[in-house]
């Protein structure tokens, strides 16, 4: 997606190494009239003029457009939730927390379900998983309404039981955020961060699921196979 030239370049704000909306659009891979959208739906900061008809770009905006393009072509955000996500980056009083939870939020899919006792019963069932262990997240959020969601569905096609086993997969996933935070916090920038982050949830989801599947075809064979299976 980036390239290594930057061809002419003119200097840009606080010395800012600047480059004309052409070369920008060469350097990410975005065309100038996408750029240009970008600019009026007030995800992307406008350049600064140079001339009644030109404008210079530095490195913010590279760093921006490749923010913008994780949360649309990576998180399948739409622009309204990008625009909510730019304006918690922009919020100097947001903590990276928030910043990070605005952004997951966007990302979780919403499931619409009718009020009912078997809904209930999963967010009941999500709330006391959440209070056991002690996790600093509220049952109510996008994720835990999701995972009610999940649950909920189960015990629709006769799987209620299968929040026994819900344990086994918090501990999983506890192990999974704190490699994911681990690997988030190693860069500085609030972009950059947050677009890690969008990058790493959506792409280690079907990572983790394709290491799930992979470890089901071990556990199958362990649990069912025969010696035969084992070679």
Do not use: C
């Amino acid at each position: 997606m980036m390239g290594v030239s930057v061809g002419k370049a003119v200097e840009g704000r606080k010395g800012e190494h600047a480059v004309r909306i052409g070369e920008l659009s060469r350097r990410t891979g975005v065309s100038v009239p996408t750029i240009k959208f970008y600019v009026r739906e007030g995800l992307l900061p406008a350049g600064e003029l140079t001339s009644p008809n030109q404008a210079s770009y530095g490195e913010t905006h590279v760093q921006r457009l490749r923010l913008i393009r994780a949360l649309l072509d990576v998180g399948g955000m739409s622009v309204a939730a990008i625009r909510d996500v730019i304006v918690a980056v922009e919020d100097p009083e947001r903590s990276m927390h928030k910043v990070l939870g605005v952004t997951a939020n966007r990302l979780v899919p919403r499931y619409e379900r009718e009020p009912d006792t078997v809904i209930e019963e999963a967010r009941k069932s999500v709330a006391e998983l959440v209070a056991a262990r002690g996790w600093h997240a509220y049952p109510e959020n996008p994720a835990g309404e999701a995972l009610a969601a999940a649950l909920a569905a189960l015990d629709d096609v006769g799987h209620g039981g299968f929040v026994e086993i819900l344990d086994a997969y918090a501990d999983a996933a506890e192990k999974v955020a704190r490699a994911d935070m681990d690997y988030v916090a190693h860069h500085v920038a609030r972009e950059a961060l947050v677009e890690s982050a969008v990058v790493g949830t959506v792409l280690g989801d079907a990572i983790f699921a394709a290491l799930r599947r992979l470890a089901h075809v071990d556990a199958s064979n362990r649990v069912f196979g025969g010696p035969a299976d084992r070679e």
